[in-house]
């Protein structure tokens, strides 16, 4: 079975473009990927899917047929893709490729707390699955957006029990200050915490502080690797934790 990587993350945190990046990147080392796009709604895509929920589903017949408005729509959408994805699991699966890239609505509360997104990852088999989570560089620049996108993200992480891969993307459009701030929040929250006093307009502090210790002692906060589309900072990362979990950390013989 193909290796399928999930990429995951808030609108416009950069998902469709690091599949692009990531199978350009794989690419480079002789490596074959396939794109699959599950986002209906897609009007322009930075690659070319191999397979293409907008081949079966379309956001704009949705709308018309159930009457509904872009956001209605995505939902109805996201529900009638559950009965494609026998097809398409069948489909991946009659590729001979490396890995399945795999982009996801752009709307993260689409594929993070519907059940279709759980149905699909099991329908896609979950045992083969793994997820990418992008933070958006531009959410995670002040302690409090920091915050909030922590409590995201693990919201999304303890629905699925895949192995997961929290990145920063867009790190290309961080200044190094920006940048050794997020380090320094990751490796520790007394920082964060301090910080966040300092900030004008933030959220409660004590809740914050109580609730990022219980999330840290359980080591889901973390060093995130910085990743960049643009630059390929991060690629070999990315590629790295795949090997880990797909081969056990040998090195993917080349074809
Ligand atoms: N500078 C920079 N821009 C990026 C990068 N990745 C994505 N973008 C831009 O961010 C916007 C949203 O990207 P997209 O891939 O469509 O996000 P998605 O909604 O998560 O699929 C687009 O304008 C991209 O060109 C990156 O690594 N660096
Ligand atoms: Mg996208």
Redesign the pocket.
């Known amino acids: 079975m193909i290796p399928r990587v999930f ?1 995951v ?13 990531f199978q350009d990147w794989l690419q480079g080392l002789d490596f074959d990927s396939i794109t699959m796009n599950l ?1 209906p709604g ?1 009007e ?1 895509l ?1 690659y070319t899917p191999d397979i293409d929920i907008r081949e079966n589903i379309s956001l704009e017949s949705v709308m018309s047929e159930y009457n509904l408005g872009p956001n209605g729509a995505q939902i109805v959408a996201a529900d009638l893709m559950v009965q494609e994805i026998e097809r398409m699991k069948e489909l991946v699966d009659s590729y001979d490729s490396d890995y399945v890239l795999i ?1 996801v609505p ?1 709307q993260l509360e689409l594929f993070a707390f519907r059940e279709a997104s759980r149905a699909i990852i099991e329908g896609m088999d979950q045992d083969y699955s793994s997820m990418i989570y ?1 933070f ?1 560089s531009n959410l995670v620049k002040t302690p409090s957006s920091y915050i909030s996108s922590h409590f995201l993200s693990l919201s999304v992480m303890t629905r699925f029990y895949i192995p997961f891969l929290p990145v920063i ?5 961080l200044s190094p200050e920006e940048r050794e701030a997020i380090i320094k929040w990751d490796k520790n929250s007394e920082d964060l915490i301090e910080d966040l006093r300092s900030e004008k307009f933030t959220i409660n502090v004590q809740f914050a502080e109580s609730l990022m210790n219980s999330i840290r002692s359980f080591e889901l906060v973390g060093n995130k690797i910085m ?5 390929s900072d991060g690629m070999e990362d990315i590629y790295a934790f795949l090997q880990n979990v797909y081969q056990g950390g040998e090195d993917l013989e080349k074809r």
């Not at 993350?9 to 990046?21: D, F, I, N, R, Y």
């Not at 990743?227 to 630059?231: D, K, L, P, R, V």
């Open positions: 990429f993350g808030t609108a416009g945190a950069g998902k469709s473009t690091m599949v692009k990046a986002d897609a322009y930075p982009d752009g992008l958006d993307s867009k790190s290309d459009l990743t960049s589309s643009e630059s």
